[in-house]
């Protein structure tokens, strides 16, 4: 299903991580520093991802991780590090469980927020937590 705009979201038959995945999209068509559709689209898409893991808990980590990471991202081109804090690290924490590609790309935006309120020795620990993580072995 291809994405026209954000009420494509709303359609009969959408389900809710594909409707997530939506915003996600249309959010980060809209990304320019300025754009305030962008922010409203993923603060959708985290209270959207916050409830369809309320209902099934632990199922949908990975897309509420991915969905803080967009607002946190946003807010960092909005100059607006301290809002993204907050959503860097609850990514940061969700993604421990499962580790791998996801951890590292929350710990990599967590350094990131971290380098943007000039917490320079955090940054660095964040970035050299991920540098750790090893990927997954090839057969």
């Known amino acids: 299903m291809s994405r026209n705009g954000p009420d494509d979201t709303t359609r009969s038959g959408t389900s809710d991580v594909e409707a997530i ?8 068509t809209r990304s320019s520093r300025w754009s305030g559709a ?6 959708e898409a985290v209270a959207r ?12 980590t990975t897309l509420l991780a991915r969905s803080l990471l967009a607002k946190a991202k946003l807010l960092l081109k909005r ?8 959503l860097a690290q609850e990514a940061v924490a969700l993604t421990r469980l499962t580790g791998g ?19 320079y020795s955090e940054a660095a620990a964040a970035i050299a937590e991920a540098d750790q993580i090893l990927p997954p072995h090839e057969p």
């Open 21 to 28: 995945e939506g915003l996600l999209a249309y959010a980060q």
């Open 38 to 43: 962008a922010l409203k689209r993923v603060g």
């Open 49 to 60: 991802s916050r409830a369809l893991d309320a209902r099934a808990p632990g199922t949908h």
């Open 79 to 86: 100059d607006r590090a301290a809002e993204a804090l907050p």
């Open 101 to 119: 590609a996801p951890l590292v790309a929350a710990l990599y935006c967590l350094a990131t927020t971290l380098e943007s309120l000039h917490r």
